[in-house]
C-alpha cells in the first residue's frame, strides 16, 4: 500500500484500502465517468440553448444532442488521460487510487450521477420510441441528463464538510 500525506484523520487506522491489481485501469475508469459528467453537463447546457434558440421541442433530438456530448466528454478524457499516463510512474497510479478511495466527496457524486444517470435511461426508454432515429445515441443523452441532474444535486444538497474552494482554481490565482 502506498502510503499518502493526505490521508484523512479519521481513516487513518482504517486497513480497509485494498489496493486494485491494475490501478492503471481503476484510475482511467474513474477519468471516463468524469468525462461523461463534465460532458452531460455541456451537452445539456448546448442542446438547452439550441433547443430555446431553434424553438426546436422534439425531446429525441435533444437527448441526441446531450448524448453526442457524454460521448465526447468520455473520448476526450479518456484520450487526454492516455497520454498522462505516459508521465505516472507505478507509485503515482497507487498514489492516485488510494486518495480516490477517501475522496468522500468525489464517491458522492458518482453516487448521485449513476443513480441519475439510471433514471434518465429508464426515462428515456420509456417516453422514446425504439428504433426511432439515432435511437442508441438518444439512450444515451438520457443516461446524461440524469447523470447531470445527479452531479447538480450532489452540489446543492452536500453536507458542509464537503464544501471547499476548488483546489485548482485556487492555485492559479495565488499571489505568493
Same mark, same amino acid.
Given at each position: 500500500?502506498?502510503e499518502?500525506? /493526505? #490521508?484523512?484523520?479519521?481513516? +487513518?487506522? &482504517?486497513?480497509?484500502? $485494498?489496493?486494485? %491489481?491494475?490501478?492503471? =485501469?481503476?484510475?482511467?475508469?474513474?477519468? /471516463? #465517468?468524469k468525462?461523461f459528467q +463534465?460532458? &452531460?453537463?455541456?451537452g $445539456?447546457?448546448? %442542446?438547452?440553448?439550441? =433547443?430555446l434558440?431553434?424553438?426546436?421541442?422534439?425531446?429525441?433530438a435533444?437527448?441526441?444532442?446531450?448524448?453526442?456530448?457524454?460521448?465526447?466528454?468520455?473520448a476526450?478524457?479518456s484520450?487526454?488521460?492516455?497520454?498522462?499516463?505516459?508521465?505516472?510512474?507505478?507509485?503515482?497510479?497507487?498514489d492516485?487510487?488510494?486518495r480516490?478511495?477517501?475522496?468522500?466527496?468525489?464517491?458522492?457524486?458518482?453516487s448521485?450521477?449513476?443513480?441519475g444517470?439510471?433514471?434518465?435511461?429508464v426515462?428515456?426508454?420509456v417516453?422514446?420510441?425504439?428504433?426511432?432515429?439515432?435511437?442508441?445515441?438518444?439512450?444515451?443523452?438520457?443516461?446524461?441528463?440524469?447523470?447531470?441532474?445527479?452531479?447538480l444535486?450532489?452540489?446543492?444538497t452536500?453536507?458542509p464538510?464537503?464544501?471547499?474552494?476548488n483546489?485548482a482554481?485556487?492555485?492559479?490565482?495565488?499571489?505568493?
Amino acid at each position: 500500500m502506498v502510503e499518502s500525506p /493526505a #490521508k484523512p484523520a479519521a481513516k +487513518a487506522n &482504517s486497513d480497509d484500502f $485494498v489496493p486494485p %491489481s491494475y490501478p492503471e =485501469a481503476h484510475l482511467l475508469w474513474h477519468i /471516463a #465517468k468524469k468525462g461523461f459528467q +463534465a460532458g &452531460s453537463l455541456g451537452g $445539456v447546457a448546448v %442542446s438547452a440553448a439550441y =433547443a430555446l434558440a431553434t424553438r426546436n421541442r422534439d425531446p429525441g433530438a435533444f437527448l441526441r444532442r446531450v448524448g453526442y456530448g457524454a460521448m465526447a466528454g468520455t473520448a476526450l478524457s479518456s484520450s487526454l488521460a492516455a497520454v498522462k499516463f505516459t508521465q505516472i510512474d507505478k507509485d503515482g497510479f497507487h498514489d492516485r487510487v488510494y486518495r480516490l478511495h477517501y475522496n468522500t466527496s468525489q464517491q458522492r457524486t458518482d453516487s448521485f450521477a449513476w443513480a441519475g444517470g439510471l433514471l434518465g435511461l429508464v426515462a428515456a426508454v420509456v417516453l422514446l420510441p425504439e428504433g426511432g432515429p439515432g435511437w442508441a445515441v438518444a439512450m444515451v443523452g438520457g443516461s446524461g441528463v440524469g447523470s447531470a441532474l445527479g452531479v447538480l444535486a450532489h452540489v446543492a444538497t452536500r453536507p458542509p464538510e464537503q464544501v471547499y474552494p476548488n483546489k485548482a482554481l485556487h492555485e492559479l490565482v495565488r499571489d505568493d
